[in-house]
């Protein structure tokens, strides 16, 4: 019998475990700065617009279908919901410039190298094809649970009026539904998944590098 995605989520929890004390301090830090946690905000805000606009462009046409568009909607719906938080804290309109974000090239960059890597894992299939976005959209579902679940607990232990808990249940929903489908077209196959996920960690441990650094007092300067 194959993986199962539970059995699949756990390698995955196994697999961050030694990232979570960086994450934690991460969030800790951020939630403590009102100015970056609002850019925080904006940043991820920007990169579940990057998530919505790709699937836009790469599933529209003929073949879109409901699970699909109520996808589209959701993520969409992510990017306007930490926008209006992040401009709640702010006090102030926000824009997609470096200015408002932490570190957006951080975030692009995590996005291409990870396309570049499921597309060279799946090889033989269009870029446009259905599933390619399914092993995506996957993998990024267990990357937004697991990192959701953390900054949602930070958001309670520091006492904020933000709740997680409806968008969380949207993206634990989209990774099911990811895997029913891919299970569906006779995709579902988890040592290839795990090995993508491998590659995620390693892509997503650049990217909080990254914003560790963007929020760090700038260095003393020599005598
Ligand atoms: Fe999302
Ligand atoms: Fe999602």
Same mark, same amino acid.
């Given at each position: 019998?194959?993986?199962?995605?539970?059995?699949?989520?756990?390698?995955?929890?196994?697999?961050?475990?030694?990232?979570?004390?960086?994450?934690?301090?991460?969030?800790?830090?951020?939630?403590?700065?009102?100015?970056?946690?609002?850019?925080?905000?904006?940043?991820?805000?920007?990169?579940?617009?990057?998530?919505?606009?790709?699937?836009?462009?790469?599933?529209?046409?003929?073949?879109?279908?409901?699970?699909?568009?109520?996808? !589209?909607?959701?993520?969409?719906?992510?990017?306007?919901?930490?926008?209006?938080?992040?401009?709640?804290?702010?006090?102030?309109?926000?824009?997609?410039?470096?200015?408002?974000?932490?570190?957006?090239?951080?975030?692009?960059?995590?996005?291409?190298?990870?396309?570049?890597?499921?597309?060279?894992?799946?090889? +033989?299939?269009?870029?446009?094809?259905?599933?390619?976005?399914?092993?995506?959209?996957?993998?990024?579902?267990?990357?937004?649970?697991?990192?959701?679940?953390?900054?949602?607990?930070?958001?309670?232990?520091? +006492?904020?009026?933000?709740?997680?808990?409806?968008?969380?249940?949207?993206?634990?929903?989209?990774?099911?539904?990811?895997?029913?489908? !891919?299970?569906?077209?006779?995709?579902?196959?988890?040592?290839?998944?795990?090995?993508?996920?491998?590659?995620?960690?390693?892509?997503?441990?650049?990217?909080?590098?990254?914003?560790?650094?963007?929020?760090?007092?700038?260095?003393?300067?020599?005598?």
């Amino acid at each position: 019998m194959p993986m199962s995605l539970d059995a699949v989520r756990a390698r995955f929890e196994a697999d961050n475990a030694s990232l979570l004390p960086r994450v934690q301090a991460f969030l800790a830090d951020i939630l403590r700065t009102p100015a970056s946690h609002a850019r925080f905000m904006n940043e991820l805000s920007l990169m579940e617009h990057m998530g919505s606009h790709k699937i836009m462009a790469t599933q529209h046409g003929a073949g879109m279908d409901q699970p699909t568009l109520k996808h !589209l909607a959701e993520e969409a719906r992510h990017a306007f919901f930490f926008k209006r938080h992040a401009e709640g804290v702010a006090r102030r309109p926000m824009d997609y410039v470096q200015a408002d974000l932490l570190s957006p090239a951080a975030g692009r960059l995590y996005f291409q190298k990870l396309d570049i890597a499921l597309e060279q894992a799946l090889v +033989g299939e269009p870029p446009r094809s259905k599933v390619l976005y399914l092993h995506m959209s996957l993998i990024i579902e267990f990357r937004a649970v697991w990192f959701y679940n953390h900054y949602d607990a930070a958001l309670r232990q520091a +006492g904020s009026k933000i709740s997680l808990k409806s968008l969380l249940a949207e993206e634990q929903g989209h990774l099911a539904d990811m895997a029913d489908r !891919l299970a569906a077209l006779n995709a579902w196959d988890p040592d290839r998944l795990l090995a993508m996920c491998r590659t995620e960690t390693d892509l997503f441990g650049t990217l909080l590098g990254r914003l560790e650094r963007a929020i760090a007092p700038p260095a003393p300067l020599a005598a």
